[in-house]
């Protein structure tokens, strides 16, 4: 045809991405979009990019996929559209990198590939979260690593390998599920045996150094800067082996039957799901020795596309423990870089089996166009369920109960959406699955003392304490609840232990106040007053309001609490309310003198 062409078909590419996720770019942020754009102070510090390149403040050392997005920050902000855009033009850039490179490689249906590539359910996942650009960054730039390496290959300068190799090293930096890039270009061109193959491994060296670091470096972060710490820190190392056989043929056949797809899968929240048996383990390694030995009867591109496929998923298949694996064992998003090579060795299954028997091949277009057009129709019933936080969680919950992330997240989203009543039911439905979250004890305890369920909040509040000890913010909330159950004593104990761990605290010094000046004790008050330093209009009221209280007790030292109130008149000029309650105290009318001290006269 006259007008398919190479352009063409790069079109036809992102007209299919957009066609699926076009929709999505005008969502807000959910999940980790939250942490990593909306909510993330080091994105909007001055000196972001050298936090990023040369200290481990960040959650991980992907320091080029930091400094993008905040290129992106810097031109837009906190608004979600811009990120989500970007998210699926890389997507979309990726499709076409991908023919490219089939095409280069001259694997059957090249074009084909990347069609189904660019509209794959699981992929859904990677295109409706904007921090997943750390997915489709590293992808593009390891997909030009590779690119440049087999044209150099096939003939091409030396600057191609250069080019090559800062490519990996930038898919490195944005993300290293793709480490595993190197050994995989060695069994390559180790299975064709070529002429210059040794030297292909020699060349490969600097990408193995490169590898070894960013993997290790990963591992650093994981353990030190994320404390990731999952069931699987239990396991011993032969039992995670086990769990990766079993995750290994999850994968394949959620790439293979893409349906009920959903980001926290029934049975893999924990090991359960994992049958604890050897079998998973044994087909996978006997499934690579078959496409290692026997390439030449199976074909190398069925033979390297699945040898493709698990090397890209080896760093996520439950060895190494990261910081999701508390929330799943399994993710789809974790398909992305390797699920090119199960199509490619799918389209060559297919084309072997139309060369054996002909009349297969009779309509390959409206084969391939009829797998696209499935497909596609899959991933934007799926993609539909990312359409906003609410949907998204409940639609979870429905397919798995047990995830207790999927509770968590949602109960929050009733709470903002004013349902307290619901977002008390589910953030008690996570602490059934998962009772050592914190985060989950103390959302339930703030929702509850909001609808006045005060004895259940503070109980809430302690179970939350002895999962984290040392949040200044729930000894705080917890002595809110304590004072609303009058028990002072126990508030002000919690009050002085939220101010030992956060000085800074000043609803907790407010709130120990306030204490202090209903029991007379005003000379700590005052102490606890200077180190409050200005007070807000509503600080200022809750001053007022106890100082007045103050004098109401009986035999009130009322000398001392007009000392203490013209102390917080002198400190907080700008407050009439303080003013007010000092008047109140005072017998005897107070002239403002230079300095903004308060005296009587």
Same mark, same amino acid.
């Given at each position: 045809?006259?007008?398919?062409?190479?352009?063409?078909?790069?079109?036809?590419?992102?007209?299919?991405?957009?066609?699926?996720?076009?929709f999505?770019?005008?969502?807000?942020?959910?999940?980790?979009?939250?942490?990593?754009?909306?909510?993330?102070?080091?994105?909007?510090?001055?000196?972001?990019?050298?936090?990023?390149?040369?200290?481990?403040?960040?959650?991980?050392?992907?320091?080029?996929?930091w400094?993008?997005l905040r290129?992106?920050?810097?031109?837009?902000?906190?608004?979600?559209?811009?990120?989500?855009l970007?998210?699926? /033009?890389?997507h979309?850039?990726?499709?076409?990198?991908?023919?490219? !490179?089939?095409?280069?490689?001259?694997?059957?249906?090249?074009?084909?590939?990347?069609?189904?590539?660019?509209? @794959?359910?699981?992929?859904?996942?990677?295109?409706?979260?904007?921090?997943?650009?750390?997915n489709?960054?590293?992808?593009?730039?390891?997909?030009?690593?590779?690119?440049?390496?087999?044209?150099?290959?096939?003939?091409?300068?030396?600057?191609?390998?250069?080019?090559? /190799?800062?490519?990996?090293?930038? *898919?490195?930096?944005?993300?290293?599920?793709?480490?595993?890039?190197?050994v995989?270009?060695?069994?390559?061109?180790?299975f $064709?045996?070529?002429?210059?193959?040794?030297?292909?491994w020699?060349? /490969?060296?600097?990408?193995?150094?490169?590898?070894?670091a960013?993997?290790?470096?990963?591992?650093?972060?994981?353990?030190?800067?994320?404390?990731?710490?999952?069931?699987?820190?239990?396991?011993?190392?032969?039992?995670?082996?086990?769990?990766?056989?079993?995750?290994? %043929?999850?994968?394949?056949?959620?790439?293979?039957?893409?349906?009920?797809? &959903?980001?926290?899968? @029934?049975?893999?929240v924990?090991?359960?799901?994992?049958?604890?048996?050897?079998?998973?383990?044994?087909?996978?390694?006997?499934?690579?020795l078959?496409?290692?030995?026997?390439?030449?009867?199976?074909?190398?591109? !069925?033979?390297?596309?699945?040898?493709?496929?698990?090397?890209?998923?080896?760093?996520?298949?439950?060895?190494?423990?990261?910081?999701?694996?508390?929330?799943?064992?399994?993710?789809?998003? %974790?398909?992305? @870089?390797?699920?090119?090579?199960?199509?490619? *060795?799918? !389209?060559?299954?297919?084309?072997?089996? *139309?060369?054996?028997?002909?009349?297969?091949?009779?309509?390959?277009?409206?084969?391939?166009?009829?797998?696209?057009?499935?497909?596609?129709?899959?991933?934007s019933?799926?993609?539909? @369920?990312?359409?906003?936080?609410?949907?998204?969680? &409940?639609?979870?919950v429905?397919?798995?109960?047990?995830?207790?992330i999927?509770?968590?997240?949602?109960?929050?989203?009733?709470?903002?959406?004013?349902?307290?009543?619901?977002?008390?039911?589910?953030?008690? $439905?996570?602490?059934?699955?998962?009772?050592?979250?914190?985060?989950?004890?103390?959302?339930?305890?703030?929702?509850?003392?909001?609808e006045?369920?005060?004895?259940?909040?503070?109980?809430?509040?302690?179970a939350?304490?002895?999962?984290?000890?040392?949040?200044?913010?729930?000894?705080?909330?917890r002595?809110?609840?304590l004072?609303?159950?009058?028990?002072?004593?126990?508030?002000?104990?919690?009050?002085?232990?939220?101010?030992?761990?956060?000085?800074?605290?000043?609803?907790?010094r407010?709130?120990?106040?306030?204490?202090?000046?209903?029991?007379?004790?005003?000379?700590?008050? !005052?102490?606890?007053?200077?180190?409050?330093?200005?007070?807000?209009?509503?600080?200022?009221? $809750?001053?007022?309001?106890?100082?007045?209280?103050?004098?109401?007790?009986?035999?009130p030292?009322?000398?001392?609490?007009?000392?203490?109130?013209?102390?917080?008149?002198?400190?907080?000029?700008?407050?009439?309310?303080? $003013?007010?309650?000092?008047?109140?105290?005072?017998?005897?009318?107070i002239?403002?003198?230079?300095?903004g001290?308060?005296?009587?006269?």
């Amino acid at each position: 045809m006259k007008y398919w062409n190479d352009k063409t078909r790069a079109i036809l590419l992102f007209a299919l991405a957009f066609l699926i996720y076009g929709f999505g770019i005008t969502r807000g942020f959910d999940f980790d979009d939250v942490v990593y754009i909306r909510d993330n102070p080091l994105l909007q510090r001055p000196d972001a990019f050298h936090t990023y390149w040369f200290t481990s403040e960040a959650f991980n050392y992907y320091p080029l996929f930091w400094s993008l997005l905040r290129v992106q920050w810097l031109f837009w902000g906190t608004n979600p559209i811009g990120y989500h855009l970007v998210n699926l /033009l890389m997507h979309s850039v990726n499709a076409v990198l991908v023919w490219r !490179i089939a095409r280069e490689w001259r694997l059957p249906g090249a074009w084909w590939v990347a069609a189904l590539f660019a509209v @794959h359910p699981v992929n859904a996942q990677t295109v409706a979260w904007a921090a997943e650009q750390k997915n489709t960054w590293s992808f593009f730039f390891m997909a030009l690593s590779l690119l440049a390496f087999i044209r150099q290959r096939h003939g091409g300068s030396a600057a191609q390998y250069v080019l090559s /190799l800062l490519w990996f090293a930038a *898919a490195l930096a944005c993300k290293t599920s793709t480490v595993f890039l190197p050994v995989f270009l060695a069994i390559c061109y180790g299975f $064709r045996r070529e002429k210059g193959t040794l030297a292909v491994w020699l060349r /490969l060296a600097p990408f193995y150094a490169l590898g070894l670091a960013a993997g290790m470096t990963t591992v650093w972060f994981e353990k030190h800067r994320v404390a990731a710490k999952s069931l699987l820190s239990t396991l011993s190392l032969w039992q995670r082996l086990e769990v990766s056989g079993a995750t290994f %043929w999850f994968y394949l056949e959620k790439a293979l039957v893409p349906i009920h797809l &959903t980001p926290m899968y @029934h049975g893999w929240v924990d090991t359960s799901a994992a049958t604890h048996t050897a079998l998973p383990g044994i087909l996978l390694v006997a499934l690579l020795l078959t496409c290692a030995l026997g390439w030449r009867r199976i074909g190398a591109p !069925i033979a390297l596309g699945l040898i493709y496929y698990a090397l890209m998923l080896f760093p996520l298949l439950g060895i190494f423990d990261t910081n999701y694996f508390a929330y799943s064992l399994v993710a789809d998003h %974790w398909q992305y @870089h390797a699920l090119p090579g199960v199509i490619v *060795a799918v !389209i060559a299954a297919l084309h072997r089996l *139309a060369q054996r028997w002909p009349r297969l091949a009779t309509y390959p277009d409206a084969i391939g166009s009829a797998a696209v057009l499935g497909l596609a129709a899959l991933a934007s019933a799926h993609f539909a @369920h990312f359409e906003d936080p609410r949907s998204l969680w &409940t639609y979870v919950v429905e397919e798995n109960p047990d995830a207790w992330i999927g509770w968590y997240n949602l109960g929050i989203v009733l709470a903002d959406d004013h349902q307290p009543a619901q977002a008390i039911a589910a953030y008690r $439905r996570s602490i059934q699955v998962k009772a050592d979250y914190f985060q989950s004890h103390y959302n339930l305890a703030n929702s509850l003392s909001k609808e006045g369920q005060v004895a259940e909040a503070e109980r809430e509040y302690l179970a939350a304490e002895k999962l984290k000890s040392d949040d200044a913010d729930v000894h705080n909330n917890r002595a809110v609840a304590l004072m609303r159950l009058d028990r002072e004593n126990d508030a002000m104990a919690e009050f002085t232990r939220a101010l030992e761990l956060d000085p800074t605290e000043t609803s907790a010094r407010v709130n120990l106040i306030a204490i202090l000046l209903k029991r007379g004790q005003i000379k700590e008050a !005052i102490q606890h007053l200077e180190k409050t330093g200005p007070l807000n209009e509503a600080n200022a009221h $809750r001053i007022a309001d106890a100082i007045r209280a103050g004098g109401q007790i009986p035999n009130p030292p009322i000398h001392d609490l007009g000392e203490f109130a013209a102390r917080a008149c002198a400190l907080n000029p700008g407050q009439p309310e303080l $003013r007010s309650a000092l008047d109140t105290v005072s017998t005897k009318p107070i002239l403002s003198v230079p300095g903004g001290a308060a005296q009587k006269q």
